[in-house]
């Protein structure tokens, strides 16, 4: 099983709500990351989590928060979102070593109403 | 990645070699080149990676100039499916994927 599973597809939600992304992975990888792609542009990196800690935190600002429950899960919870983080969020998962591919998700598309 | 530039699109026809070049100046001594390939409402796709020797899988060629300054992904036989938009990224001490700008391939048949 070579894929990075993640929930929902779409998601459209008001300034006030709270939400949560969800990324599941079973290859046994111990990096997993979080980017945000915006329309025809290149994905930026939000955060990396390496074995279930976070190590990198690319200054997002705090209504994103990153939660890595175990080795397997990744989830983003969305708190008083504003328009512009409308985009599509990418999940991704590595074995953590520098000489190893990563694995992407096909990214949940965001609508901030 | 402000670092590592490509151009904006290419255009190549079907079942011709393609050179898709990148330009990554202030690599690391210890940053790996990596290539992904990205169709439209996907994420991205791992295509090849390297760090300093030249690189052939079945997907494509990797090669990497000398000083590491630049680099060129070959794909030998374009195909239709092959149109996407390419990236080149630098990855970096503790796991980090910086992307870059991306060139956009088109193929004609």
């Known amino acids: 099983d070579t894929e990075v599973t993640q929930t929902p597809k779409h998601l459209v939600m008001g300034m006030t709500n709270k939400k949560s992304l969800k990324c599941e992975q079973h290859?046994?990888?111990?990096?997993m990351y979080w980017y945000k792609q915006k329309a025809k542009k290149p994905p930026e990196l939000m955060f990396v989590?390496?074995?279930?800690?976070?190590?990198i935190n690319e200054s997002v600002p705090s209504r994103f928060s990153p939660e890595c429950p175990n080795s397997s899960l990744l989830n983003l919870h969305l708190h008083a979102l504003q328009p512009e983080d409308s985009a599509l969020y990418l999940c991704a998962s590595s074995q953590g070593a520098m000489n190893t591919e990563a694995f992407f998700g096909q990214g949940t598309r965001l609508t901030v109403v | 990645d402000a670092k590592t530039t490509q151009p904006n699109s290419m255009e190549s026809n079907e079942e011709e070699p393609v050179h898709l070049p990148c330009n990554h100046s202030?690599?690391?001594?210890?940053?790996?080149i990596h290539w992904y390939r990205q169709l439209p409402s996907q994420g991205p796709e791992y295509v090849i990676h390297g760090l300093t020797s030249n690189v052939n899988n079945r997907m494509a060629s990797l090669a990497i100039a000398e000083d590491r300054k630049s680099s060129t992904l070959i794909l030998h036989r374009a195909t239709l499916r092959d149109a996407a938009v390419y990236y080149c990224?630098?990855?970096?001490?503790?796991?980090?994927?910086?992307f870059g700008s991306g060139t956009k391939l088109n193929v004609k048949p």
């Open positions: 989590y390496s074995y279930e800690k976070l190590s």
């Open positions: 290859m046994g990888h111990r990096a």
């Open positions: 202030t690599i690391s001594g210890t940053d790996y």
């Open positions: 990224i630098r990855q970096g001490n503790f796991n980090k994927f910086y």
